[in-house]
């Protein structure tokens, strides 16, 4: 073979090998979005550690993804892909868990491009009287856009310290504190180590001490104290009420006109000498007038309308007279 083909030869060589390390580059999983929430001394008295994944969108789908954990991690609590609002579960036997050199590696595939990771490390959390100290250490099992940890404060800690120094800090509804810890660009395999040291008067657990006591769901979404509106409810009270209002208007105004018909028009006091004239005259008028109503379709009894065939009044239900 002459030095020209020998040089074709090379060239091919070199762009083939080129060629095939892109492939599998464009093939490897990348992080777009990290969130780890570290919560101590949450609802056990060890560290809850929480991944939320978001794969980049050029990473093909399904994708089969491997993460690094502790060695001495012998459990998941949750190892959960899907939607933001649908988390759906792995089956356990579709997660392999091998053990090589104090490092555990989960692998499983998820047909999403979010994954929930959580387990709890009953190891890393270390007491001295009411000190409480961890160092948390993660390594990037793929390239890493964007890291955010966030760093749950146990309540009634004290003396709360964080290194490296958090970003910002939020509070919950639940007035738990927040400290946040950005990172950006990490290399598949950089790690990141995340400390925290912090002084508690008491043993009991943050989840015992929230007014009132909220619970650790599974999607690890602090609860809201205050209950949403129903504004259905709302506009059913707001009917019931105007209901309400009319009736009594209702009858307030049937009342009104009951009594102005029993009393009669206004009567000037008569004087001492016609007085029993006059109250003869007033008794033998109502008593016509009362003939009359009964005998003009009224009811005796309520004044109501009566229909020409009623025999009872349809308000009160009085006979009608004859």
Known sequence: MNLKARLRFLTALLLLSVLTLTAQAQSEPRIQNLLIELWPEFDRPELLVIYRVELSSDTPLPAT??????????????????????????????????????????????????????????????RQGQTRAFDYTFTAPYAVESAIFQVQQPAQAEAFSLNPAPSNSFTDSNHLTYQVIEQANLAAGETVSVSATYERPTEALTFELLTPVSEHAEDIIPVSIDPPQDNNIIIAYILTGIGAVLILAAAGHWWWNKSRRQSGPARRRPNRTSRRAHQAASTQSQSNQVKESATAGFCYNCGAALRPDANFCHKCGAKRRE
């Not at 954990?69 to 949750?78: H, K, Q, V």
């Not at 998820?110 to 709890?120: A, D, W």
């Open 65 to 126: 993804l491997t993460f690094p954990l502790p060695g001495y991690i012998d459990a998941m609590n949750a190892v959960a892909h899907g939607t933001a609002n649908n988390l759906l579960t792995v089956n356990q036997d579709e997660i392999e868990m091998t053990y090589r050199d104090d490092t555990l590696f989960l692998t499983f595939s998820t047909p999403s491009p979010l994954v929930q990771l959580e387990y709890y490390d009953d190891e890393i959390i270390t």
